[in-house]
């Protein structure tokens, strides 16, 4: 079946900017979650929505930074006035449900944003 | 969750076993080893997982040892496809559900 699908695959934008990045879980799958890289870096958490309870957002770096998820599928990561420091590979995962014993999080391809 | 150790680096000849180490002496008896790897310019994909038994899947295999301290993965033939970096985690079942990765294990299948 598919796949987390992520978009864009890559995005340059100029500091200052805003920035959306999009996710597509696996259909069905409660457990959404956002990570960054940076180049050479492990994974970074940032946020993770589990159904229709209020996101984990303890992971967020800054105001700067929000994310959605829409109708408990779809979710958009928002970085408004992008510094430089945020360039870096923005994967999604998602997940069956939260507390699975198994835990397996599927990954998309991630989106590499460079901020110029 | 507990800190795990792991090579930076390791080659192997392609059709041989890769046998990738981790250590994690601070495991504690409700957190489970988990590997992933991520293969250049892909996101991280789940391999396998155990408790204390040794566990096999289409992808690998999983041998902890009798007191937890330590692991091993292994790649029965690996393939040129293999080359990526290689992380082992230990967590608890209820820990939350983001992941922590740290450097992982470099391996790199040679021809």
């Known amino acids: 079946g598919a796949g987390v699908s992520q978009s864009p695959s890559n995005k340059v934008t100029e500091k200052g900017k805003d920035v959306e990045l999009r996710c597509d879980p696996i259909?069905?799958?409660?457990?959404l979650y956002w990570y960054r890289q940076s180049l050479g870096q492990g994974l970074e958490f940032l946020i993770y929505?589990?159904?229709?309870?209020?996101?984990?957002k303890s992971g967020l770096p800054s105001d700067r930074f929000s994310a959605e998820r829409t109708g408990g599928s779809v979710s958009t990561l928002t970085i408004q006035r992008t510094q430089q420091e945020d360039s870096a590979v923005y994967l999604c995962?998602?997940?069956?449900?939260?507390?699975?014993?198994?835990?397996?999080?599927?990954f998309g391809p991630g989106t590499r944003l460079t901020v110029l | 969750d507990a800190k795990t150790t792991q090579p930076t680096s390791m080659d192997c000849a392609e059709g041989r076993a890769a046998n990738l180490p981790c250590n994690h002496s601070?495991?504690?008896?409700?957190?489970?080893v988990y590997w992933y790897r991520q293969i250049h310019s892909q996101g991280p994909q789940y391999i396998i997982h155990?408790?204390?038994n040794n566990e096999t899947n289409e992808m690998a295999s999983l041998i902890i040892t009798e007191d937890r301290k330590s692991s091993t993965l292994i790649l029965p033939h690996a393939t040129l496809r293999d080359t990526a970096v290689y992380y082992c985690?230990?967590?608890?079942?209820?820990?939350?559900?983001?992941?922590?990765f740290g450097g992982g294990t470099r391996l790199m299948v040679k021809p």
């Open positions: 985690i230990v967590r608890a079942h209820n820990a939350g559900n983001m992941l922590t």
């Open positions: 995962a998602s997940s069956l449900r939260l507390g699975q014993v198994t835990n397996e999080q599927f």
């Open positions: 155990g408790l204390k």
């Open positions: 929505f589990q159904g229709n309870s209020a996101p984990d």
């Open positions: 259909s069905g799958h409660t457990a």
């Open positions: 601070t495991i504690s008896g409700n957190e489970y």
